[in-house]
């Protein structure tokens, strides 16, 4: 490196060594005849009149260049609908890093598409078994328009306790079985009689195996105004239980309590009845 820069160096002050010496010669003041001479003015003219970059006047040297490279100019990018998509993306990224730092577009996408995916399933599950509540409420509703009493007796044997054969008015076989003395066998008649019209007016599903605490809870559940409904109901149960497990017949008092409810139970029944 050294000696191109010396060579360099060298043919420089030739160059400016015969400049000069034709600009004197075409002047004609002065004869530079000597080469010590024509070196001496050539460094005085670069030192006085020029003002490079390249010339060191006090080392008397080449000084080395520093030069600017410019860049290369952005490519142009005239998908403006690209530059505000990928924008919104930054952005969004930026936004779901402040909230969890793994999360990002493509991670809330596949979120989005399982939960819309697991929540149309559902509704579709949930429409399903409704469509099919209201077809088996309708069929039997359908029976009980046709016979008033084929609704009570096709559900007799959802009932938790057993019905005597021939029995089709269940609080006519309660009203009789309290005059005989066997008011057991009374309350168990008047209980299953509940049962069969809250069932009939859509306030509790009667099914075989579930317990009298969820019709309770059904009841609650289900009517428009379920508290003196379902205090009648309970009082039933509470004899019946008595009665029907405990093997403790109610007394004449309580039973009379319950059986004087029975128009109240209706009422109640009416005004709480739900169409589906």
């Known amino acids: 490196m050294k000696v191109w820069l010396s060579i360099a160096k060298s043919l420089l002050l030739v160059l400016v060594v015969v400049s000069v010496v034709s600009s004197h010669a075409l002047a004609g003041p002065e004869k530079l005849d000597d080469p010590e001479r024509a070196i001496e003015v050539a460094r005085e003219s670069?030192?006085?009149?020029w003002s490079q970059n390249w010339y060191d006047s006090?080392?008397?040297?080449?000084?080395p260049l520093k030069l600017k490279i410019p860049k290369p100019p952005k490519p142009k990018n005239n998908n403006t609908n690209t530059n505000q998509q990928s924008g919104f993306r930054?952005?969004?990224?930026?936004?779901?890093?402040?909230?969890?730092?793994?999360l990002d577009v493509a991670a809330l996408l596949k979120f989005l598409f399982w939960t819309t995916l697991l929540i149309a399933v559902g509704y579709f599950v949930m429409q399903m078994v409704r469509k099919y509540i209201r077809d088996e409420?309708?069929?039997f509703s359908d029976i009980a328009a046709i016979d008033p009493r084929a609704n009570s007796l096709d559900r007799v044997e959802a009932l938790p306790m057993e019905v005597d054969e021939g029995v089709t008015d269940l609080l006519a076989?309660?009203?009789?079985?309290q005059q005989s003395g066997d008011l057991s066998g009374a309350i168990t008649y008047l209980f299953s009689h509940q049962l069969l019209e809250?069932?009939?007016h859509h306030l509790i599903r009667l099914v075989k195996g579930k317990t009298?605490?969820?019709?309770?809870?059904?009841i609650k559940r289900n009517a428009r105004q379920p508290e003196p409904l379902h205090g009648i109901v309970r009082e039933t149960v509470a004899l019946f239980e008595a009665a029907f497990f405990g093997k403790h017949p109610p007394r004449e008092a309580d039973f009379a309590s319950c059986w004087n409810q029975v128009e109240d139970f209706n009422s109640e029944l009416r005004a709480n009845a739900r169409d589906e």
């Not at 930054?90 to 793994?102: A, F, Q, S, T, V």
């Not at 076989?173 to 079985?177: I, L």
């Open 46 to 49: 670069l030192s006085d009149d």
């Open 58 to 63: 006090e080392q008397d040297s080449v000084r």
């Open 90 to 102: 930054d952005w969004l990224n930026g936004w779901l890093e402040g909230i969890h730092p793994n």
């Open 137 to 139: 409420r309708s069929r």
């Open 173 to 177: 076989e309660a009203r009789r079985r």
């Open 198 to 200: 809250l069932d009939r």
């Open 212 to 218: 009298n605490r969820q019709y309770l809870r059904e």
